[in-house]
T-cell receptor
Framework: GAVVSQHPSRVICKSGTSVKIECRSLDFQATTMFWYRQFPKKSLMLMATSNEGSKATYEQGVEKDKFLINHASLTLSTLTVTSAHPEDSSFYIC???????????????FGQGTRLTVV | AQSVTQLDSQVPVFEEAPVELRCNYSSSVSVYLFWYVQYPNQGLQLLLKYLSGSTLVESINGFEAEFNKSQTSFHLRKPSVHISDTAEYFCAVTPSNDYKLSFGAGTTVTVRA
């Protein structure tokens, strides 16, 4: 299957600083990428849908100014957690759809996740 | 909107015993169904999916799931588990005309010797 690489896998930052997480599709073009947040012992919560060349679509309750998403190319989306606070500590996962020109291709490939700890 | 309910949050099982993870969904439109597996501190890996056709789908590592439209279920089964099957399992659904995955809360499978 297609490969999605997420970096870094772990990051610790000080409260008030910003952290950038990268999500790359390594062997396919991803017009759409998704960012999820996973709390301990909980399911994945979709934060936003990232579309190449346009603004991200955020889910209800997700702060746009807090979680900045940029999808500047067909293989890269970034999530920046701005002015991070301890409550932002979580596991963040990205995924990408490999359409390969086929809109019915529904498989989403996931990155390895990023464990963010804000101290 | 779609929702997914995984009825068991934790399933302990002995090695070589069978296991069933239950998943029910609700949707007003037709859907595609997925099972994902997550190992500790890793992302999700697709285990199997149902898009159309045969209601029984199988994975390469011995898991199978059956789509039951009348019961709106997509239960996952494996006749004989291994220690390496210890992981978190997520059932997910997406409308067939969309691409947003909605996940269940997950089921933790712990396989003991």
């Amino acid at each position: 299957g297609a490969v999605v690489s997420q970096h870094p896998s772990r990051v610790i930052c000080k409260s008030g600083t910003s952290v950038k997480i990268e999500c790359r599709s390594l062997d396919f073009q991803a017009t759409t990428m998704f960012w999820y947040r996973q709390f301990p012992k909980k399911s994945l919560m979709l934060m936003a849908t990232s579309n190449e060349g346009s603004k991200a679509t955020y889910e209800q309750g997700v702060e746009k100014d807090k979680f900045l998403i940029n999808h500047a190319s067909l293989t890269l989306s970034t999530l920046t957690v701005t002015s991070a606070h301890p409550e932002d500590s979580s596991f963040y996962i990205c995924s990408a759809r490999d359409y390969r020109g086929d809109p019915t291709n529904t498989e989403a490939f996931f990155g390895q996740g990023t464990r963010l700890t804000v101290v | 909107a779609q929702s997914v309910t995984q009825l068991d949050s934790q399933v302990p099982v002995f090695e070589e015993a069978p296991v069933e993870l239950r998943c029910n969904y609700s949707s007003s439109v037709s859907v595609y169904l997925f099972w994902y597996v997550q190992y500790p501190n890793q992302g999700l890996q697709l285990l199997l999916k149902y898009l159309s056709g045969s209601t029984l789908v199988e994975s390469i590592n011995g898991f199978e799931a059956e789509f039951n439209k009348s019961q709106t279920s997509f239960h996952l089964r494996k006749p004989s588990v291994h220690i390496s099957d210890t992981a978190e399992y997520f059932c997910a659904v997406t409308p067939s005309n969309d691409y947003k995955l909605s996940f269940g809360a997950g089921t933790t499978v712990t396989v003991r010797a």
